[in-house]
C-alpha cells in the first residue's frame, strides 16, 4: 500500500531553520505532484508549498515564500521541504501529500489522495 512517512521535524527557536522529508513507497512516484500541509492546534490544515512531477514547478503560501523551499528526488523517492528563517507562526503538524491528478488546483486539501502521519514543528520565541 502508499505510504508517506515523514521526518525531521522537532523544536527550534525563532530564526532557525529545518529540513523536512517525506519518503514515499508503493506507488509510481514521479507520477504524482507532490505537497507540504501543516497543521496548528485548532486550525484548519493549510497548503504550505507543492512541487509539479518532474520538480521543475515548485507553489508555495504566501505565508512561506521566501523562506521555504520545496525539492523533490524523484529516484530517491522523496520530497523535502527547507525551512529558513522559522517564527512561532510557523508551529505546526506538517504533512506531506501526494495527488496523481497534477490538478492545478495544487493548494487544495481534496486533491490530495494519500497523506503521511504528520511530524511536529515546534519553533520558540
Known amino acids: 500500500q502508499v505510504q508517506l512517512v515523514e521526518s525531521g521535524g522537532g523544536l527550534v527557536q525563532a530564526g532557525d531553520s529545518l529540513r523536512l522529508s517525506c519518503a514515499a513507497s508503493?506507488?509510481?512516484?514521479?507520477?504524482?505532484?507532490m505537497a507540504w500541509f501543516r497543521q496548528a492546534p485548532g486550525k484548519e490544515r493549510e497548503f504550505v508549498a507543492a512541487?509539479?512531477?518532474?520538480?521543475?514547478?515548485?507553489f508555495y503560501a504566501d505565508s512561506v515564500k521566501g523562506r521555504f523551499v520545496i525539492s523533490r528526488d524523484n529516484a530517491q523517492n522523496t520530497v523535502a521541504l527547507q525551512m529558513n528563517s522559522l517564527n512561532p507562526e510557523d508551529t505546526a503538524v506538517y504533512f506531506c501529500a501526494a495527488d496523481l491528478g497534477g490538478s492545478s488546483r495544487y493548494n487544495m486539501v481534496y486533491e490530495y489522495e494519500h497523506w503521511g502521519q504528520g511530524t511536529q514543528v515546534t519553533v520558540s520565541s
Open positions: 512541487i509539479n512531477r518532474d520538480g521543475s514547478i515548485p
Open positions: 508503493g506507488l509510481t512516484f514521479r507520477n504524482y505532484a
